[in-house]
């Protein structure tokens, strides 16, 4: 009964502290703590990188031993991990979590807060990782641990009937809410291990997951149950100003008022995840109530010092306390945090309060950086963070995994908050990879075109070289031999003949030579040379050559300016360059 009315207190207190600042301006932050982050955004990569690995391998941890409350943790430790590379686009833990999920696949005794954990797992996994062969059955797994998880789920039909399959007694079709009024149906309900109990835990992850499936999938099935337990979590869990534990849905009554950061935190993240997608139900009533629940959150005495801001859920509070009960509610802080940053992210509070919540999820970042984090004597190279974030009477000196989960939790909230990533520094491992094909591609694009140019330039200077230059003189040749079915008379007199009626411009005398005829273009020695042959001027076949596209390099090579004519020569009628080569198609990236 103590704790019942210092817990209303306090809310009442928090209440006259919001219904008195009219401008939402906190002055309770006024001697806050670093409430901002100046760590640039790579080194909080690398900061959270470290700490994962260093939790990874304890992500199977309980399932040899036959400790239940280390199956969520595991959970946790994959979720935080999968949620680090796609918020931070890469690939680091990818094949662990893959082979560790696909494990897990296999098994299956899960309590209904587990199955809802290891659902958001992975989806967050089919979400990191699209392209992995794995991806779809990760979905098919998230969403047979929806439908598993539904059994437990109060629909309109169910409290209408006041009962539930697998539930050993009835409950109530309607309750007053708890903030009064007329009766509401009690239907989003999520039960608690079959009982008539709803928690704050399990249906603020309820909605997470339903409203995170319908993101992925666009499917009216997830997005309905959404928002009916959104309806009773506001009218039955929460007065507007925090989330209370548990609820008795037979007898209409809170069972326990408690209030713990991990039921607030679970709830904004359930409201962020429904109204991410669903923006055009977002009204200034909407941001009005999570405004108000955030702030109040925050400001919550119970868990936030006033002085620093730094919030103690679950610090020690005696000298060489046991870690125990810090260590169950070690990433409860962090829930809450990461529930603020998704309202950030959607927009769903309003400037003054968006700007509290930056300054809290600084505030305790920098706590635990600072405060909670300590070294262990046998590795002392490696920082090890405790579950007390305010860093008092904490004392350790062995590596507390709970501890450190909570900071990895907090640490991948905290890529989002503070200096944003610079070009130069990009660590993404994606961009990486297509960067080395994009530039593997450019560099053979970059050879093919390089030696089609210098082909095609080769190509034109000999054309240049024949066609062009008046000053080219005693261009001789070596004589060309064709037999006469190479080479026919018929068609050799038909060329000679054109030749004939042809205009010439002689080309200029070299010294010590003289130019040669137009005269002499053949030399007709029929009886002398070999038998069926005829001596061919090899400038005349090449203007031939040239009048029929053919190739002009090996007749160039081959002068030897040894006799021969000195003609200067023209391209056949109707010949233009690089006619006959057509350009190279523009390669494709794919």
């Known amino acids: 009964m103590l704790v019942t009315s210092l817990t209303r207190f306090s809310l009442a207190l928090v209440a006259f502290f919001l219904a008195h600042t009219v401008a939402q301006s906190f002055p309770q932050t006024k001697g806050w703590q670093d409430p901002s982050i100046s760590l640039s955004y790579e080194d909080r990569v690398s900061l959270a990188e470290t700490s994962l690995d260093l939790t990874f391998g304890h992500v199977a941890l309980g399932f040899g031993n036959g400790q239940t409350r280390d199956i969520p943790f595991s959970a946790a430790i994959l979720y935080a991990s999968s949620e680090f590379d ?16 696909t494990e897990f696949q296999q098994k299956g005794n899960f309590t209904s807060i587990t199955r809802l954990l290891f659902g958001l797992a992975y989806l967050s996994a089919y979400q990191a990782y699209p392209a992995s062969p794995q991806a779809n059955g990760f979905l098919s797994t998230a969403e047979m641990l929806w439908t598993t998880s539904q059994r437990s789920f109060v629909t309109q039909a169910a409290a209408t ?3 539930l399959s697998g539930l050993v007694r009835t409950f109530n079709p309607t309750c007053v809410p708890l903030s009064g009024g007329s009766p509401t149906s009690t239907a989003g309900a999520v039960s608690v291990n079959e009982t008539v109990r709803a928690d704050g835990e399990t249906v603020g992850l309820w909605i997470t997951l339903s409203a995170q499936l319908h993101n992925a999938t666009n499917k009216a099935t997830y ?40 039921n607030g935190g679970y709830f904004l993240k359930g409201l962020s995840a429904y109204y991410s997608r669903n923006t055009s139900a977002i009204t200034s009533e909407v941001t009005e109530y999570v405004s108000e629940l955030a702030a109040s959150l925050i400001l919550y005495p119970g868990w936030t010092q006033s002085d620093s801001g730094i ?13 125990t009960n810090a260590d169950y509610v070690a990433d409860w802080k962090a829930i809450l945090v990461e529930g603020l940053y998704q309202c950030l992210e959607t927009s769903l509070l309003n400037t003054s309060v968006s700007d509290l919540a930056q ?8 706590a635990v950086r600072n405060l909670a984090s300590f070294q262990n004597s046998q590795t002392p190279s490696i920082q090890y963070y405790g579950p007390s974030w305010n860093g008092s009477l904490s004392n350790l000196t062995n ?7 909570a900071a990895n939790e907090l640490f991948v909230t905290a890529l989002g908050i503070g200096p944003v990533a610079t070009h130069s ?3 993404t491992r994606t961009g990486a990879i297509v960067g080395g094909v994009v530039g593997g591609v450019a560099l053979v694009v970059g050879v093919f075109l390089a030696v089609f140019f210098w082909r095609r330039r080769k190509r034109t200077s000999a054309v240049d070289l024949i066609e062009d230059s008046p000053h080219r003189t005693n261009f001789g040749a070596e004589p060309f031999v064709a037999t006469e079915e190479e080479y026919p008379l018929s068609e050799r007199d038909r060329g000679l003949s054109k030749r004939r009626h042809t205009p010439r411009v002689p080309a200029p005398s070299s010294e010590g030579g003289s130019a040669t005829s137009e005269r002499g273009l053949v030399e007709q020695s029929r009886d002398g040379g070999s038998e069926g042959l005829v001596p061919v001027d090899a400038s005349a076949l090449q203007r031939l050559l040239l009048s029929v596209g053919g ?4 007749l160039q090579h081959r002068g030897s300016g040894e006799g021969g004519s000195s003609i200067a020569h023209e391209p056949p009628p109707n010949y233009e360059e690089g006619e006959t080569h057509q350009s190279s198609p523009e390669p494709r990236i794919v």
């Not at 796609?86 to 094949?95: A, E, K, P, T």
């Not at 209370?244 to 849905?249: E, G, L, V």
């Not at 590596?399 to 989960?405: A, S, V």
Request: aromatic content about 14%; some cysteine.
């Open 359 to 366: 300054q809290y999820i600084s505030v305790q970042y920098n």
């Open 425 to 427: 520094q990009n660590r």
């Open 311 to 323: 919030n103690i859920e679950g610090a020690f509070t005696t000298q060489g306390e046991d870690s």
């Open 161 to 163: 009937d006041g009962s």
């Open 551 to 554: 190739a002009l390099s090996d």
């Open 86 to 101: 796609r918020r931070s686009r890469q690939f680091m833990f990818r094949d662990r979590i893959i082979a560790n999920l």
């Open 399 to 405: 590596p507390d995994w709970y501890g450190q989960q």
């Open 223 to 262: 997005l309905d149950p959404a928002a009916t337990s959104i309806n009773f979590a506001k009218s039955f869990l929460s007065n507007g100003t925090t989330v209370f534990d548990t609820y008795n849905f037979s007898s209409c009554s809170l069972t326990n008022e408690s209030i713990y950061t991990r």
